[in-house]
Nanobody, 128 residues
Framework: EVQLVESGGGSVQAGGSLRLSCTAS????????NYWYRQGPGDKCDFVSR???????YYADSVKGRFTTSQDNAKNTVYLQMNNLKPEDTAVYYC??????????????????????WGQGTRVTVSS
């Protein structure tokens, strides 16, 4: 059974930092393109970042320069380091393994052919 387990969410003040982790079992992140998406108060599921096995990364404009994603294949874990957090970063954050290279609009937490494996989501709250 494939499981992606996230950790690291919490509440911080604006300007603070958090690091999210997503560890997989029954599946290897080395074989997929790995994303972070988030679902904020408006329930829209937004692309945050992408990392691939070669270390290639890509970010949404809203987080570029503040967030860093990486993966450790030995630990089968994907990370999202979030610095200089803003209140608008408040959301439930999901890691997801995909076959897609290009980010695509999707529904957070809903398994599809393109996004087959999702974490359970971890809440991040940033207060002003």
């Amino acid at each position: 059974e494939v499981q992606l387990v996230e950790s690291g969410g919490g509440s911080v003040q604006a300007g603070g930092s958090l690091r999210l982790s997503c560890t997989a079992s029954g599946f290897s992140f080395a074989t997929s393109v790995n994303y972070w998406y988030r679902q904020g108060p408006g329930d829209k599921c937004d692309f945050v970042s992408r990392v691939s096995n070669g270390g290639n990364t890509y970010y949404a404009d809203s987080v570029k320069g503040r967030f860093t994603t990486s993966q450790d294949n030995a630990k089968n874990t994907v990370y999202l380091q979030m610095n200089n957090l803003k209140p608008e970063d408040t959301a439930v954050y999901y890691c997801v393994a995909s076959i897609l290279w290009t980010p695509r609009q999707t529904q957070c937490g809903v398994r599809t052919y393109d996004f087959p494996y999702w974490g359970q989501g971890t809440r991040v709250t940033v207060s002003s």
